[in-house]
Structure formats: structure tokens, C-alpha cells
């Protein structure tokens, strides 16, 4: 269910149920979680890409497989796509959403959940759970309102209304939009620009920013200051300013 490709520094992990624009079942989620986090142990992965096989990115849950379930909602979250987005928002590298194609329910939250989203022209996100009448979940409550504000949240949520690449962009749920020909190679060449920064300073930014959205100004200081002390004691550090007083371009990535 999730392809796995490296190449230069780069981990692509594909949502592979193509026919179903990539709709999720249990055994989808369960594989991405395990591949996160097989790519932040092993240390040849420096950025890890999240995209979708076929025309969709992720329609959300897959509707075939809901019925008959000896599973409450609530544990079913709990067992499945929480600890993917935990996962996601607490892995030691930066997560780039390569959103190609339509991102539906859960598939929209998993699209907004990365450091990086970048999409394709032909990509769209919908907040589809209130046509199913079900509230937003894995995280979308948490992530909409803070790129468009409460009021523009609760509207794309109470009408589902699909969100296209050019109004994405204007509201600020991906960082590019790129063609859709290019769309794989766009990525790919933006991910390794990603690969060549300092590993070890984006986990820590990373963390301080995630810690930073929910923190007072006094918090994020003196975060800010414990984590400027690992980040100067790193050999990637001395790199940076070696290289700037030598006139030459850091080298962040040693083997
Ligand atoms: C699908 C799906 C799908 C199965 C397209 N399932 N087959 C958490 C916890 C517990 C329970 C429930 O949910 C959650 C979180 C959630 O994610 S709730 C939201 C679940 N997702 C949806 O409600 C989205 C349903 N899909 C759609 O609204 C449309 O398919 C979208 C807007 C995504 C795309 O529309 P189109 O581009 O027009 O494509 P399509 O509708 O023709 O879909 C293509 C095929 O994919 C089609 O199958 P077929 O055999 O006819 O070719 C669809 O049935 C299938 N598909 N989404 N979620």
C-alpha cells in the first residue's frame, strides 16, 4: 500500500491505492506510520516526501471499509490516524506533502500536516467530512484555522467546499503550486534543496516552532535559548561559519 523510494537524501513514500484515489484504509495508515518512522531511524534520510499515486492524493477514509466495524470512532482515531499525525508533526525531519491530486477528509488534514506542501496545479483539498456528517478530524481542527483564520475554517468545513491549487495557494495551505507534468521532478529537485540544509538545526527548528505554536512569547524565549545552545555546540555550526569567513559555500552534508 506504500511505495518506498530514496534517492539523494530523499525518502518518497507513496500512498499506493490508486484506483481509490489513495482512500485509507487501516493497513495504508498503519504502513505509512511505520515507514515515518523507519525514515527518521535510519540516518541516509535527510527529507521525507509524502505523495499519492494515480490523479488523487488521499480521498480521506475509505468508505468501503467502515461498516461492520467492531471499532468505536474514537478508538479507531486513536489506533490509526492520530498517531499518524503525531508522528508526522514529531518526526526529526522535515515532512514535505507532495499533494498531486485531490485531498478529501482525513486526506486534506494529512496534506495540511507537513512542514512543506507543495502541489501540483491540479490539486485540490476538501474539507469533505460535514457531507458525511461527520466532524474534521486528524487535526484539521487544529491546523485550518491557524493558516485562514476561524471564520474561513468553519466555512470550508460547514460547506465542503473544494479548495483548487490558485485559492489554496492565496489562502496559504501550500507553500508552491507547480505543473502538473513536472509536478514529481519540481518535487524531488525542491526536496533535495531541503537535503543540503543543516539536518541537525532543522530538527531543532522544528521543534521549536512546533512548540512555539502553542506557547507564550516568555516560553518560546527561553526555548529559543536552550535550544540555540545545542545548535552551537553542533559541528554544523562551526561548518556554517567556517565556510562564511572562508568564502565558500557551507557543506552540511557528511557522510
Ligand atoms: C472512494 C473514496 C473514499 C472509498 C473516492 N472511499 N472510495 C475517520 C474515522 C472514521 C470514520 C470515517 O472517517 C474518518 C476520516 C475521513 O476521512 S471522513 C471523509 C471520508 N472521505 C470522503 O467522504 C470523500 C469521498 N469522496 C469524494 O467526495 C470524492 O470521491 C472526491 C471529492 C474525493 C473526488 O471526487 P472525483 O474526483 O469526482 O472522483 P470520484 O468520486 O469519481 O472517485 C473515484 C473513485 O474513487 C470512485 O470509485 P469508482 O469505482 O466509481 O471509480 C470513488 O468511489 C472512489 N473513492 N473516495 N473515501
Redesign the pocket.
Known sequence: VILVDTRAGVRTLTLNRA???N??NDALLLALTEELKAADADSGVRVVVITGAGR?FC??????D?SGRDMT?TE??NRT?NPLIRTIRGLGKPVVTAVNG?A????ASLALSGDIRLWAQSASL?E??S??A?VP??GSTWFLPRLVGYHRAFELMALAE?VNAEEGQRLGLCEHVYPDETFREDVQAYAERLAARPAHTLKLTKQALNAAMTSTLDEALDQEAALQQLAGDHWEHEEGVTAFKARRAPVFVRE
Open positions: 484506483d481509490r484515489l482512500a485509507a488523487g480521498a480521506g477514509q475509505d468508505l468501503g467502515v470512532f479507531h482515531l490516524y485531490v478529501a477528509g482525513a486526506g476538501i469533505v467530512f457531507n458525511i461527520l478530524d486528524s473544494r
